[in-house]
């Protein structure tokens, strides 16, 4: 059972946005604003899309977009295109005890 | 920038392993350094932390006492001892870098070593 609680599936039609919720606790999500958010396409390693609650790193589309909530953080993905599906992982650091924690992951599926 | 990881394979429970990740493209003893796990068909799971110097070290409960972070500042590479293996272990194994200034995401991930523990 994964620390951070995701949805484990979502999808929306090509153009229309979508929103990934990742649920913590006040000694990760809630304490920390290092939350990141990561895509997976299968057989390949993971690629940081949202880092510090809300920064894209260079060559992020601004389509991606995050935010955070007490011990939720959440994912925006605005117009959806095919290359988009894929798995979304959600991480947090939960201090010198647990360090870093991970989400169970969403699939996000373009219909 | 590129890490690559190697060492993977098939090994019998009880049985050790060493990973390496070899760093090319950045100065890699100004980084930190992890190691994070996918097992087959699920998430991701952070494994160990060893800082840029490797003073500081940190594991999760999960592979505590039986994993051993390192690295090779000379060399430019990381290395993740396994022993005692279990079944549970199996996993594709990923090294991932920690950004400058400050080690807030995982910014570089290696592709990773697939280790299989099963008799």
């Known amino acids: 059972q994964s620390a951070l609680t995701q949805p484990p599936s979502a999808s929306g039609s090509p153009g229309q946005s979508v929103t990934f919720s990742c649920t913590g606790t006040s000694s990760d999500v809630g304490r920390y604003n290092h939350v990141s958010w990561y895509q997976q396409y299968p057989g390949k390693a993971p690629k940081v899309m949202i880092y510090e609650v809300s920064k894209r790193p260079s060559g992020v589309p601004d389509r991606f977009s995050g935010s955070k909530s007490g011990n939720t953080a959440s994912l925006t993905v605005s117009g959806l295109q095919a290359e988009d599906e894929a798995n979304y992982y959600c991480c947090s650091y939960a201090g010198s005890n647990n360090f870093w924690v991970f989400g169970g992951g969403t699939k996000l599926t373009v219909l | 920038v590129q890490l690559v990881e190697s060492g993977g394979g098939l090994v019998q429970p009880g049985g050790s392993l060493r990973l390496s990740c070899a760093a090319s493209?950045?100065?890699?003893?100004?980084?930190?350094m992890n190691w994070v796990r996918q097992a087959p068909g699920k998430g991701l799971e952070w494994v160990s932390y060893?800082?840029?110097?490797?003073?500081?070290?940190f594991y999760a409960d999960s592979v505590r006492g039986r994993f051993t972070i390192s690295r090779d500042n000379a060399k430019n590479s990381l290395y993740l001892q396994m022993n005692s293996l279990r079944a549970e272990d199996t996993a594709v194994y990923y090294c991932?870098?920690?950004?400058?200034?400050?080690?807030?995401?995982?910014?570089?991930w290696g592709q990773g070593t697939m280790v299989t523990v099963s008799s």
């Open positions: 493209g950045f100065t890699f003893s100004n980084y930190e």
């Open positions: 991932a870098r920690e950004p400058l200034p400050v080690g807030n995401t995982f910014d570089v």
């Open positions: 060893i800082s840029s110097s490797g003073s500081a070290i």
